[in-house]
């Protein structure tokens, strides 16, 4: 755990044991020298700059991250493209910092615009293991959707779990109760098992196949009757749906 400050402020106001947040530009300056020995630094950058200069990056020792950003909405250059170019770049040269993708949305955006913003632009980089971390901004938002948001995303790419996982099938004309209400029905009594994954499926012809890797299986075996999994395996079969709920909360 550290505090990031940027580096105007940390020579002029400094915080003990603070990470120091610089540019490229200003970690091959000589104003990085200034610094005590052993100060660690945060280094952000957009990815699309030359090799020439992602070079210092081999020669300044304590870089504890790199913060990638490139200001939202750019045409410039595409976050992703830029992203994967800085990754091939850390590859090739044996590089391996910590990347954190840190997205500064402007104060316009919605809630709506900043979930589909910070999936497209960093989530498909994370999927494919490109990135450590996500730090999102947003004047206009308040700290806990932002903070729900960030892990959303990062249990959504498989990084961090930090709320029970659900999966549940579309519905359709073969689903035997109510999708919508028997999975808010568990999810008011499971939420609060992190690690866990629960898998909610309105029937039999193709639940089990979607089930994914769930932990736990709910299907709707036969109307009113309710099939219960341990993964892919049926532990109880035809259970009253009325107290087929009280059933899974016992079985996990």
């Not at 402007?106 to 494919?128: E, F």
């Not at 930090?162 to 209400?181: A, H, I, M, N, W």
């Amino acid at each position: 755990m550290g505090v990031l400050t940027p580096l105007s402020e940390q020579l002029t106001k400094p915080l003990p044991h603070a990470i120091v947040l610089v540019t490229l530009d200003e970690l091959s300056s000589d104003a990085n020298k200034l610094l005590p020995e052993g100060t660690r630094f945060a280094v952000t950058l957009r990815g699309d700059e030359s090799y020439e200069q992602l070079d210092v990056l081999k020669s300044v020792d304590n870089i504890t991250m790199l913060l990638h950003n490139i200001p939202y909405g750019e045409e410039k250059t595409g976050r992703v493209h830029a992203a994967r170019r800085l990754f091939e770049y850390l590859e090739t040269n044996g590089l391996n910092f910590p990347v954190i993708h840190h997205i500064d949305f402007p104060k316009s955006i919605d809630r709506d615009g900043l979930v589909i913003g910070a999936g497209s632009n960093v989530g498909a980089l994370l999927v494919d293991g490109l990135g450590d971390g996500v730090l999102l901004e947003a004047a206009s938002q308040e700290f806990e959707f932002l903070r729900d948001t960030s892990f959303n995303l990062l249990q959504g790419c498989r990084m961090r779990n930090t709320k029970t996982e659900y999966v549940s099938c579309p519905s359709c004309g073969r689903t035997l109760f109510d999708l919508q209400e028997i999975s808010a029905q568990i999810r008011e009594k499971t939420s609060h098992l992190p690690g866990v994954s629960i898998a909610i499926m309105g029937c039999i012809v193709n639940g089990p196949g979607e089930m994914a890797d769930a932990d736990f299986g709910y299907v709707g075996g036969a109307p009113g009757k309710i099939d219960l999994y341990v993964g892919k395996t049926v532990v109880q079969r035809g259970i009253a749906m009325e107290g087929a709920t009280e059933a899974l909360i016992q079985l996990i």
